[in-house]
Nanobody, 125 residues
């Protein structure tokens, strides 16, 4: 069974940075797609960023483009989300997701097969 575990969340002031990590177990990145989503209280889960298992393709939500960077380390089986210039509206629970059916760019939650439990990010004004 694939397992994903996110770490790196916390409280940061607006303008600050955080790096989230997602450690994957029993998963080979090469033919898969990894992504980050987030969900704020009372809102639906929304797409943040995705990367193909080869690392060759990335795609970002407009709201984070230019501020967030997704990357992966195949040797460590870890996906990262570097978040810079954080804003209060970035406050949410952040989730790592894996799609094992095929690789590509997918931005909807139902396209993904496995999810981590999430890590909380709070950005104060």
């Amino acid at each position: 069974q694939v397992q994903l575990v996110e770490t790196g969340g916390g409280l940061v002031q607006a303008g600050g940075s955080l790096r989230l990590s997602c450690a994957a177990r029993r998963l080979t990145f090469g033919s898969n797609t990894m992504a980050w989503f987030r969900q704020a209280p009372g809102k639906e889960r929304e797409f943040v960023a995705t990367i193909t298992g080869s690392g060759g393709l990335t795609y970002y939500a407009e709201s984070v483009k230019g501020r967030f960077t997704i990357s992966l380390d195949n040797a460590k089986k870890t996906v990262y989300l570097q978040m810079n210039s954080l804003k209060p509206e970035d406050t949410a629970d952040y989730y790592c997701a894996a799609r094992v059916r095929s690789a590509g760019i997918f931005t909807t939650p139902w396209a993904y097969d496995y999810w981590g439990p999430g890590t909380q990010v709070t950005v104060s004004p």
